[in-house]
């Protein structure tokens, strides 16, 4: 898309927003999640909070408490998001193909050791063992129509059995480590739980190879 089209989209974009304002504690500095997902949209090669702010026209204190003192409901946002899906993928057009579900995985490269779940793993992003996150996904297509709606880190056991390094770092206790195929599953669950009908699913080897995971979709009577 040119940054005309981009710019075009922007009244649609502000109301697809709206629905998810009671999803945040502080609900008068909500236009400013608008600000934030416009400059991650934009043409600007940093887009963190100052390049952000300084884009928009917004004080970059303003935007950084923001982001980063004001609580959302991630549970809320993420289930309000797949019953939209959910609806999109009812009324939209289809072909022979239904509804896919696609399983998948996102190594992200991090320096030190401060990031949550960071520690040396494959990372798919450099095709290599490197020091990095990872992060489960799920995503649906269905015709033209392709979007992700779940996304999980991955919690390796060197974490979860530091509980300490855990807090430091604002991981809940309830997270605790556990396999990528078993979060996947979990992923489905809840998709498929907010109204997401899914017709078959789509995975590499790293899933196709755990017969757990099989066995789980099998229970599942999904293909």
């Known amino acids: 898309m040119t940054p005309e089209q981009i710019a075009a989209l922007g009244p649609a974009f502000a109301a697809y927003l709206q629905p998810f304002l009671f999803c945040c504690a502080y609900t008068q500095t909500f236009a400013l999640l608008g600000v934030y997902c416009r400059g991650l949209l934009s ?56 509804t896919v579900g696609l399983v998948d995985e996102t190594g992200t490269r991090k320096h030190g050791t401060k990031t949550p779940g960071v520690q040396r793993q494959w990372c798919g992003e450099l095709g290599k063992t490197e020091n990095c996150i990872v992060t489960v996904h799920l995503g649906v297509a ?5 979007t992700l709606i779940d996304a999980d880190l991955f919690l390796p056991q060197s974490w979860d059995a530091d509980r300490d390094r855990c807090k430091e770092a604002g991981i809940p206790d309830g997270l605790r480590s556990r396999p990528k195929w078993r979060i996947a599953l979990e992923q489905i669950d809840r998709a498929r739980g ?19 995971f099989l066995e789980g979709l099998g229970g599942r009577r999904l293909r």
Do not use: I, M
Request: with cysteine.
């Open 194 to 212: 907010n109204g997401v009908t899914l017709d078959w699913l789509t995975f590499d080897e790293g899933y196709g190879d755990k017969p757990g």
């Open 142 to 146: 269905r015709g033209r129509y392709k």
């Open 43 to 98: 043409t600007l090669k940093r887009k963190t909070c100052e390049p952000v702010a300084l884009y928009a026209g917004v004080a970059v204190r303003t935007l950084q408490e923001f982001l980063r003192d004001h609580v959302w409901s991630f549970d809320q946002v993420r289930t309000l998001l797949q019953q939209q899906v959910a609806t999109t993928l009812r009324d939209g057009p289809a072909d022979d193909l239904g």
